[in-house]
């Protein structure tokens, strides 16, 4: 094989990338009536993509990746709320303010080690948190930001409101996702994308053949940012709804999880996670309302020690 | 001779050790120059100096007559100072195509391209195809770098640095741990690089040094103990009394 042909070998698309977006659609057209659970899962799974793009390719970890989160869910909300309720507007002032706020965090975690950056980020989400609170002639405070009405979705095929089984909020959140799942599949596979793999595998040689590390973390922190404000303010827009809750902690280490369910560093982890971890959430707190977050628990520590490789392939288990 | 690369009065401290004392040297264009020492001596914290991992304490460091010691490391490399480093570092998780095709993008000016794939520009394959073949890499070259043999990433180690088109190039012990039918080979590879390459050599083997190098530096303690072509550096007797005289030369 050539270096050509190696090269566009590990860029091509596998089958299952097309089974998966076929998926996709098809629960949309098949499954009208879980449009609100599914919705539920697009927006995790685009969280998760974002925190992917720095933790699974750029090896920063993050424990306070739902700042940018919530920032994008009150831009939204209050762009709905205050100027105009389109939206695909609120949508892009969303990403725009994500991303400048992600470019100002990305110099906090140029330096340190990972446990600095724990924290760090942390810190960042828990002063927004505080912030959204104290600010409540804004955000509304503790109460969450009522009155949030969106306006019709407008569309190449003509304007669709808002419904309450969440089909068009569903349909949207899939564009979005979709999307951004391209952008950032075009990213991974440039050499910008593989220059985040290197920097994370080592960055002493990174620097070696003529990589700015520090160029390339923020950059890619400043994307993740922008997805991960598109994730939030799907989630104001679609719930017509922002509250204090969108910069939790559990909204952090919710994400995290997804990503220890589905895997990082081969943009796909997000979205089998989110599948997962919101299925299962749903199956035993509907069979066990209130000790579901036992099972949970136990489930991903049976994970982490098992390995998900070999739970995902009983098969493999007896083999010598 | 044109000076490529001069360092004046370079002087590096760790607390109250002086691994680098008031160190000046110059290297010319096309120079193959080995810099040896006894273990200690300093050789490798001079190559971090002059890459930008270390910053010295006090002295300079000059690239085509222009100032670089503050210079940031990977802006070094862009300017053609590129290193191999004694221990390998590597990236794991790429492919040794991947590598290569990457350090040849960053070459190129175009790595910070985040639309195209890797490889989407039309010089960087033909540039890896050579290298993967010189390297022995090329039945290797799209498995994860953490699965390869020692001798392949020994291999891919030097390679690395040559995929970015180095006018300076410092070999940190380029050999270490290669067996011995392959060492002359990675030689005869750095031989025929363009006569306009500047390359500086540390290494132990002092076969190999003395048939590599046309002029040798030897460190000792830090400061340049002796400089010169290598027939004078190797009948210099006080060079025998403090390295070569002293018997088996250790490694490390």
């Not at chain 1, 100027?83 to 990403?95: K, Q």
């Not at chain 2, 006894?38 to 222009?66: H, M, R, S």
Request: glycine share 10%.
């Amino acid at each position: 094989m050539s270096a050509a042909a190696g090269l566009k070998w590990a860029a091509r698309w596998r089958w299952w990338e097309g089974a998966l977006l076929l998926a996709l659609l098809a629960s949309w057209l098949l499954l009208p009536s879980h449009a609100l659970l599914l919705n539920e899962i697009a927006i995790l799974a685009l969280f998760a993509l974002s925190l992917d793009l720095i933790l699974g390719y750029a090896g920063i970890v993050s424990l306070g990746h739902a700042a940018f989160f919530g920032f994008g869910a009150y831009a939204a909300a209050l762009v709905a709320k205050l100027v105009m309720p389109d939206p695909w507007v609120g949508m892009l002032v969303a990403i725009t303010l994500a991303a400048v706020l992600g470019a100002v965090c990305s110099l906090l975690i140029l330096r340190g080690s990972d446990l600095t950056r724990l924290m760090v980020t942390l810190g960042v989400a828990l002063i927004l948190y505080e912030l959204a609170n104290k600010l409540d002639w804004l955000t509304g405070g503790a109460d969450g930001l009522q009155g949030v009405v969106m306006g019709p979705l407008l569309t190449p095929l003509g304007a669709f409101d808002f419904d309450l089984a969440g089909r068009t909020a569903y349909a949207y959140t899939l564009v979005v996702l979709v999307l951004c799942l391209y952008v950032a599949r075009r990213l991974v596979h440039s050499p910008f994308g593989y220059s985040l793999q290197a920097l994370r595998d080592n960055r002493l040689r990174a620097a070696s053949i003529g990589l700015s590390v520090n160029a390339r973390l923020i950059a890619v922190y400043t994307i993740a940012a922008a997805i991960a404000g598109a994730a939030g303010a799907l989630q104001a827009q679609t719930s017509g709804f922002a509250s204090l809750d969108v910069f939790d902690f559990h909204r952090s280490a919710g994400v995290m999880l997804v990503l220890v369910i589905g895997g990082t560093g081969y943009l796909y982890g997000g979205i089998f996670g989110a599948i997962v971890f919101t299925l299962l959430k749903e199956a035993v707190s509907a069979w066990t309302p209130q000790y579901w977050n036992f099972w949970l628990g136990l489930f991903l520590v049976v994970l982490v020690l098992v390995g998900r490789e070999r739970l995902i392939r009983p098969w493999a288990w007896f083999k010598p | 001779m044109t000076v490529v690369l001069e360092t004046r009065g370079l002087l590096k401290r760790f607390g109250g050790i002086t691994p680098t004392n008031d160190v000046s040297i110059q290297v010319e264009r096309g120079a193959r120059r080995a810099l040896i020492g006894p273990n200690g001596a300093g050789k490798t914290t001079l190559i971090n100096l002059l890459t930008g991992v270390l910053e010295p304490t006090a002295g300079t460091i000059w690239l085509d007559g222009q100032d670089i010691t503050r210079l940031a490391p990977h802006k070094r490399v862009r300017r053609g100072i590129v290193r191999t480093f004694q221990i390998n570092q590597l990236f794991s998780e790429l492919t040794p195509l991947q590598s290569l095709a990457l350090s040849v993008s960053a070459r190129l000016g175009v790595s910070a391209q985040w639309w195209k794939p890797l490889g989407s520009d039309p010089r960087v394959a033909p540039i890896c195809d050579t290298l993967l073949r010189q390297f022995h890499l090329d039945d290797v070259m799209n498995q994860q770098v953490k699965h390869l043999a020692y001798g392949k990433r020994r291999l891919l180690e030097i390679a690395t640095a040559l995929a970015c088109e180095p006018r300076v190039l410092l070999l940190d012990e380029p050999v270490a741990g290669v067996p011995e039918g392959e060492r002359q080979e990675i030689f005869d590879i750095v031989n025929a690089l363009p006569a306009h390459v500047s390359v500086l050599l540390i290494e132990h083997d002092m076969d190999l040094v003395f048939n590599f190098a046309k002029s040798v530096t030897v460190l000792v303690n830090g400061a340049v103990f002796a400089e010169g072509d290598v027939e004078s550096i190797s009948n210099d007797p006080r060079v025998k009394a403090v390295y070569l005289g002293e018997g088996e030369v250790a490694h490390g």
